[in-house]
């Protein structure tokens, strides 16, 4: 399986919103709403934020937000907090038979 | 509540065999779309998926890993091993167990707090 694509590094400032990609293929994350984000502070193991696409588990806040057309899904981060400063993981089933893929990662600097 | 915690070696020599154990609580991995995978990241990089094991006991691997890994379960010592043959100085890694959910979409709930391995002579 191919890892997901995602942008190395995105920025805002506090406040403002910003939007990290994840691009499959219709083999993974445009075949099925099995999409799920992950956010790692450094020394730390994946907290997850977003599953299904869009829903969020107990305890994440709703500044955190999912989305997806066609192959790429989308995470976005609204109101952005100077602890939202972290790397981004997203995560796609990739059939019944395959273990599924993470993407490359997105390092999120807030300015 | 539920925990998974991760054991093995820190240091192992190339071509050796790693055998890492997931010991969790709070769930059981007899009941129906609880899973268990195995995840690592090497230093200042991304995350790797490497196995997964089901409540029903199939097994899934990386493609590229496929021939080295072995992935089973104890569910009576609620326990995951994974092993993984003919180490070499790029399996440097932090390992992570993650609990998958079926009926979460097959995310990953729940982490262990991972546990680094350096392959060196």
């Known amino acids: 399986q191919s890892a997901l694509t995602q942008p190395p590094s995105a920025s805002g400032s506090p406040g403002q919103s910003v939007t990290i990609s994840c691009t499959g293929t219709s083999s993974d994350v445009g075949g099925y709403n099995y999409v799920s984000w992950y956010q790692q502070h450094p020394g730390k193991a994946p907290k997850l934020m977003i599953y299904?696409?869009?829903k969020r588990p107990s305890g994440v806040p709703d500044r955190f937000s999912g989305s997806k057309s066609g192959n790429t899904a989308s995470l976005t981060v609204s109101g952005l907090q100077a602890e939202d400063e972290s790397d981004y993981y997203c995560?796609?089933?990739?059939?019944?038979?395959?273990?599924?893929?993470f993407g490359g990662g997105t390092k999120l600097t807030v300015l | 509540q539920v925990t998974l915690r991760e054991s093995g070696p820190a240091l192992v020599k190339p071509t050796q065999t790693l055998t890492l154990t997931c010991t969790f609580s709070g769930f059981s991995l007899s009941t129906n779309g609880m899973c268990v995978s195995w995840i690592r990241q090497p230093p200042g990089k991304a995350l790797e998926w490497l196995a997964r094991i089901d409540w029903d006991d199939d097994k899934y691997y990386s493609t590229s890993l496929k021939t080295r890994l072995t992935i089973s379960k104890d569910t009576s010592k609620n326990q995951v091993v994974l092993k993984m043959t003919n180490m070499d100085p790029v399996d440097t890694a932090t390992y992570y167990c993650?609990?998958?959910?079926?009926?979460?979409?097959?995310?990953?709930?729940?982490w262990g707090q991972g546990t680094m391995v350096t392959v060196s002579s």
């Open positions: 299904e696409v869009t």
């Open positions: 993650a609990r998958l959910r079926v009926h979460l979409g097959f995310a990953f709930d729940i």
């Open positions: 995560s796609s089933y990739a059939g019944s038979n395959n273990l599924g893929v």
